[in-house]
């Protein structure tokens, strides 16, 4: 069939202007992803030039604007950063990074009750963002609202379970407080999502002084442990041998502990089972608490706390466990509290070591709506369980 001249004229021409547009695209793309990589490297005036050829060549993509705006943000350049975050607002084509950005630009600016209600409008359209939820809490951290703070983080870590800095944030708050629990295992979470950075080294000494300074031996027949706000002190009879001391002691704890703590989850399962965890032992340092740690999950496992209060990561722990890696696990959690002592154990333990790292960057914490470990949710759980006594 013959084609009229006009019409493959204008075929040929649609053809040239879509391979012309697709490749204006990909242009754009390879221009922005230069800029990015220059941006990374604190070259950012080039960054933004490259950037002002990229969105030249796709002036619809939302990503360019954002990627100005993070680099005018990066040189201080506020206003400017808030022109181009505004538009893809006006243009319905803001994201909650954008709103998380134009939170900390307008607190850069001086302007912190705006920047509060930036971070609230994104919360509120973009409820799944975890790092909205954290910048609106460091606001109330300036404020030395701690309470209000922790609300929002844990608000977060319900929203995105798999954003670490929410845990990050709560576990710091909560292991300077007379309620470590919750950094201790807010702390351990974030550890295990946020892998090989600086704040993980710093989590993993406050996890290890924490475990020194709230368990004490005061004496052969007396320890201390405070993990929960009252300080809970078990005495043994010390008209009884050492040896029949030793024997008895989960008898005696049991009574003790039970009269002292109450049924909770923090007095009750974690730190009895703590309690009991810790007997036999004489001192806290990394072998003792690997010793401890192993003892706890068995013990809480066997009187079936784990189906009265689930534990997203005490279940990965049993993980590592079955996979025979928790000696490692242990050490990896608390070496950075005793680094000589944790050097020698690596070098004692290459093999032991190897196989670990090698099983554990195979297999993450998996943490979904479903398993989420919030402090709050367990605090209403034994609320809920107490009225119905």
């Given at each position: 069939m013959r084609i009229p001249r006009t019409l493959l004229v204008i075929s040929c021409f649609a053809v040239s202007v879509a391979q012309a547009q697709t490749?204006?695209?990909e242009k754009a793309l390879a221009k922005k992803n230069e800029a990015i990589e220059l941006m990374d490297n604190g070259k950012l005036a080039e960054s933004i030039t490259l950037l002002e050829e990229a969105r030249k060549l796709d002036p619809a993509e939302p990503e360019i604007v954002y990627e100005m705006a993070l680099a005018k943000y990066q040189q201080k350049s506020f206003d400017e950063a808030m022109k181009l975050l505004k538009e893809l607002v006006?243009?319905?084509q803001a994201t909650g990074r954008v709103y998380a950005m134009m939170g900390n630009a307008l607190d850069e600016m001086g302007k912190p009750e705006k920047a509060i209600d930036a971070y609230d409008e994104g919360i509120k359209k973009f409820p799944g963002e975890g790092n909205l939820y954290l910048e609106r809490g460091v606001m109330e951290l300036r404020r030395s609202e701690y309470n209000a703070a922790l609300g929002f983080f844990e608000k977060g870590i319900k929203a995105a379970p798999m954003y670490p800095s929410n845990y990050y944030r709560a576990a710091k708050i909560f292991l300077d407080s007379d309620q470590e629990i919750w950094g201790m295992i807010y702390g351990e979470i974030f550890m295990n999502i946020e892998r090989?950075?600086?704040?993980?080294?710093?989590i993993s000494k406050l996890l290890y002084y924490t475990y020194k300074g709230e368990i004490k031996f005061e004496s052969d027949t007396t320890v201390s442990v405070s993990f929960a706000k009252q300080n809970n002190t078990i005495v043994l009879d010390a008209s009884q041998s050492k040896k029949a001391q030793v024997s008895s002691l989960a008898s005696a704890l049991a009574e003790q502990v039970m009269a002292s703590m109450g049924k909770s989850f923090a007095n009750g399962a974690y730190e009895m089972t703590l309690v009991k965890s810790i007997i036999g032992e004489k001192m806290?340092?990394?072998a003792s608490l690997n010793r401890i740690r192993t003892?706890?999950?068995?013990?809480?496992?066997?009187e079936g706390r784990d189906t009265t209060y689930p534990v997203v990561l005490f279940d990965f722990q049993r993980k590592v466990k079955e996979a025979g890696h928790l000696e490692a696990y242990n050490y990896w959690i608390l070496g950075l509290g005793d680094e000589k002592v944790f050097g020698e154990w690596r070098s004692e333990h290459e093999q032991q070591w190897n196989d670990f790292m090698k099983w554990f960057k195979e297999n993450r914490i998996k943490i979904t709506e479903e398993n989420t470990f919030i402090r709050t949710q367990i605090i209403l759980a034994d609320a809920i369980k107490k009225a119905a006594k």
């Open positions: 490749t204006d695209k006006k243009k319905k090989g950075s600086k704040r993980t080294e710093e806290i340092n990394l003892k706890f999950l068995d013990i809480y496992t066997q």
